[in-house]
Nanobody, 129 residues
Framework: EVQLQASGGGLVQAGGSLRLSCAASGFTFDDYAIGWFRQAPGKEREGISCFSSGDNSTYYADSVKGRFTLSSDNAKNTVYLQMSGLEPEDTAVYYC??????????????????????WGQGTLVTVSS
């Protein structure tokens, strides 16, 4: 059974940093692209970062490029999102998600109309101005 558990959210001032963690189980990063999306109240889901071992590449949405960094620890089956330079517009619930590589991996990650194969409970990030 695929499970994804995100943690690490909280309240931070604008300009600050947070690191989110996602513990994954039931699959390996060899078979699934792994990453994060977020959803703010009243807005569509926004894919923000995805890593695929299929092409060993990490992708970022333009809105977070240069500020957020995705990393993974394969031994722990854990993925992280280091967020810096946070802005009030980053306030959202952040979800860890996975898409099967053979079915596309990161290809549709940033399409808000296409849901991920799996995602877990989110963690709330609130950035105050």
């Amino acid at each position: 059974e695929v499970q994804l558990q995100a943690s690490g959210g909280g309240l931070v001032q604008a300009g600050g940093s947070l690191r989110l963690s996602c513990a994954a189980s039931g699959f390996t990063f060899d078979d699934y692209a792994i990453g994060w999306f977020r959803q703010a109240p009243g807005k569509e889901r926004e894919g923000i970062s995805c890593f695929s071992s299929g092409d060993n590449s990490t992708y970022y949405a333009d809105s977070v490029k240069g500020r957020f960094t995705l990393s993974s620890d394969n031994a722990k089956n854990t993925v992280y999102l280091q967020m810096s330079g946070l802005e009030p517009e980053d306030t959202a619930v952040y979800y860890c998600a996975a898409d099967e590589i053979l079915l596309g991996g990161c290809q549709e990650w940033f399409n808000p109309k296409v849901p991920n194969d799996y995602w877990g409970q989110g963690t709330l990030v609130t950035v105050s101005s």
